[in-house]
């Protein structure tokens, strides 16, 4: 089993910036690759970054330039650096984590005003 934290969201006018982060617990060894999801109002459920272990990184076009996700191994912690943030932005951010099954966190509300 995996647990994810997530913390760091809140409310920022456009064109600020956040920083989340998504703390893992558990079987951490077994994870290939983590992520950042998120979910606006009436909207599906999107990937916006990830990260693997190899280090290989990807993002959602509409973030690409802005979104920069890292990770700190000896924290087991994975970060979602948001920067220039739109009002399209605003969602629910969840932590995901990939291993023989999928965990999610119990997602962030990033609020993004224009």
């Known amino acids: 089993q995996v647990q994810l934290v997530e913390s760091g969201g809140g409310l920022v006018q456009a064109g600020g910036s956040l920083r989340l982060s998504c703390a893992a617990s558990?079987?951490?060894?077994?994870?290939?690759?983590m992520g950042w999801y998120r979910e606006a109002p009436g909207k599906q459920r999107e990937l916006v970054a990830q990260i693997h272990s190899s280090g290989f990184t990807n993002y959602a076009d509409s973030v690409k330039g802005r979104f920069t996700i890292s990770r700190d191994a000896g924290k087991n912690t994975v970060y979602l650096q948001m920067n220039s943030l739109k009002p399209e932005d605003t969602a629910v951010y969840y932590c995901?984590?990939?291993?023989?099954?999928?965990?999610w966190g119990q997602g962030t509300q990033v609020t993004v005003s224009s």
């Open positions: 995901n984590a990939e291993s023989s099954k999928t965990y």
């Open positions: 558990g079987s951490i060894l077994s994870i290939f690759v």
